[in-house]
Structures are given as C-alpha cells and as structure tokens.
C-alpha cells in the first residue's frame, strides 16, 4: 500500500476494530501482543513508561502528565485510545501525530511478514506495537501509555513501567469486565507490577481492598493522590493550586489534576523527572495546544456557546451534569448520540429533561439507530427529534438556539468525534 488512506483502509476492514464492532474484536490474553512483540525486536523493553488505566479520566490524565513533561523538556511519547478524527491521534511524540509515511512503512513492514502474519494480530495490537517501536525509533525519554480497556489483559500491559496509575473504577464494558465495582476494579489492577509503585487517583471505599491486596502481594508501594499530596507536594503552593482549577475551568477535571500532580510529584521526589511549579503551571495553560487534547468540555463556539464532551458512562454523565449546573444559560440543547452495546437507562436517567433533545446516531456499526434512542429516551422524558446524521443534528440546533442557549454534543466519543 502506498498511501496512508489505503493503509487506515487495510486496518479498519481486515482487523476487527473495538472501537467499531465491540467484545468480539477483543482477544482475552496477552499471548498474541508478547508474540507480535518480539518479532518486532521488544522495543518496548528500551522505553522508560507511566502505565495509566480507569475508568474514567485516564485520557486527560495521560494528557496532562505529557503535557508538563513537554514543558519541562522531555521528548515525551503519548499512546491513548480510540482516536476521533485520524488514527495518528493515537501515536504522538510531544504533541505532534506520527506521520503519515512512518505508519504507511509500519504496516507495509506488517503485512509482508510471514511470521506476523501467522501471529495475526488485532487492530489495537498493531497500534500497540507501532507506538512501542516509533518512540523506540525516535528515542522518547518518557512515554505516557493509557490503557485501551481494563488492564490485566490489555494489549499494553507487556511493559515495567516507573509508575502505574490508575484513575478511578466506575461501571463500564461490564460484559467483559465484570458487573459489579471490585471486578472491574481487579482488571484494572492487573497493570500493577512487583516492586513498581502504584499511585490510585481516588479514594473508593468499595475497591480500595482489592488494589491494596494487589499491591501488597506484589511488593509495590500504593498511594492515594489526594493523601500522597496533603503527605508530601513541595511543588505546588496554595495561590498556584488555585490557578491551576481555575485554569481547568470544569470542576470535574480537577480530580484528574490531582492525580496527574501525584504522580508527577511522586515521580519528581523519587529522581525519575525533574520538573518545576512553573513547568505544571504551563502544562496545564497549554494543554490543549502542548498534546491536541480533545474531545472533555471541549468549546467549539462562543455564541451560541457550544460544547463537546465525550462522557458516556455513569460517573462521566454524572460530572457533566452537576457541570451544567454552574453554567448560566438560557436554554439547553443537547446532541446525543450512544453507542448500542452498553446499558443506556442509567446513564439517560441523569441527563436534565429540560433540555431540547436531537437524537442522532454515530457513524460506527455499533451506534445506536437514532429512532430506537429516542424511543428509549423517552422513558425518561428526554424529548425531541432525530436526525439522519450529527452534523445535521448540531446543524439544527444552532439554527434553534438563540445566542444566551448553550448547546453540547455528547454520548460517546463517536459522536464528538463527528463534529470536532
């Protein structure tokens, strides 16, 4: 292939894709990553890495620590998931997409090896194994890699890293997960490795059990961020505290600032980084421009005001509804669209029915048709009318709101990604 379409092409259609089709893209071990692996060489094994898993805020928080490694200078790697726009989102190295031609030559590489081919890896195994050999390549001094999903058997959980963090547990992708808090809790601890240290960015009465046995039976020092900075930040003084949230702006985000400034303050009183106050202060003021963070309370208009947000789970919906409660406004238009392998009641139950609902459905095999949302909706006296696409969706909410309404798209990250 010699074009970098034909290549996304190749992916999408001859690899099954979670982000597209769900569960069954998913492979539940760990034997293909660590072959594919080490046909490519383990490149993995000459990263210095920061492992972050969660249910919710492992993205920001994988931005934010990037971000202020960029600021203090470090060539800093970044692997999230699922992109929005372009795959390349998925692989930075300090802010800047992998290009074009490196996953052309990557995949090319891929599919004229026999010994590869015989492995076949998934979708995200490839991006797995590309991240690992473009930072090798590019001799990344810090690479920040987020979970895809869960932990224990997530294609990225073949690294050591210096630190393992994990953000939060909260009820999503139960069917493989598990359905209750501390089953999902014991995936995501399965990143914690012997001897490494684990920071935990909030205190969970219901889990808390099920890290600390992990931890403890794995000889690794755990550490709550919001105890571990009341024990031991020398960073940060109380006036740049409050500049920092106030610079975040959404209430929410402010958790994920406090396990980022944990982590980075553990990392920084250990040797691992040296970092400054000023370096945190910058990371966040330019996060958005330091690592293209997108798609949490994202602004794409001022008037009418419009915002994107990709909450669709519980505590994610939660956030952003007692978010909207800040907010003055004069009406509230909201352009939802949901994926359809998840439970939708709880999640449409929290959102305001007062709002001006326009249903729509994402442009992926698992987005929910918009009539069958609506209809769902309307048990929770979520009203309004559905359209044949996103766009055509916010496109009509603009042409409704009046300058002082506030508009958001939210759902899922699919149906952000359709309008950012």
Known sequence: MKTYQATIDYLYQQLPMFQRVGPKALKYNLDNITRLMQACGNPQKDLTCIHIAGTNGKGTV????????????????????????????????????????????????????ATIQAINPSFFEIGVAMAFQYFADKQAQICIIE????????????????????????YDHQATLGETLPEIANEKAGIIKEKVPVIIGEY????????????????????????????HNTLISSDE??????????KYLQHNLTTSLASLTYLHRNDHISITSTNIINGIKNLYSNT?????????????????DAAHNVQGVTQIVQHLKSIQYNRLHIILGMVGDKPLDQVLSLLPTEAKYYFSKADIPRGMPADQLKEVASKYQLNGKTYSSLRKALASAKLSASQNDLILVTGSIFTVAEVV
């Open 62 to 113: 994988s931005h934010i620590i990037a971000s202020v490694l960029q600021e203090a200078g470090y060539v800093v790697g970044l692997f999230t998931s699922p992109h929005y726009k372009d795959y390349r989102e998925r692989i930075r190295l300090n802010g800047i997409m992998i290009p074009k031609s490196y996953v052309i030559k990557f995949i090319n590489s891929l599919r004229h090896n």
């Open 147 to 170: 979970t895809g999903l869960g932990g224990r058997l997530d294609s990225t959980n073949i690294i050591t890293p210096l630190l393992s963090i994990i953000t939060n547990i909260g």
């Open 204 to 231: 969970q009465e219901e889990v808390q059990q099920v890290f600390t046995l992990k931890a403890q039976s794995l000889d690794a020092e755990i550490n709550w961020a919001s105890t571990y900075l009341s024990d």
């Open 241 to 250: 505290q409050s500049l920092l949230n106030d610079l975040l702006q959404v």
């Open 292 to 308: 293209q963070y997108m798609g949490r309370w994202q602004r794409l208009s001022d008037s009418p005001l419009i915002y994107a």
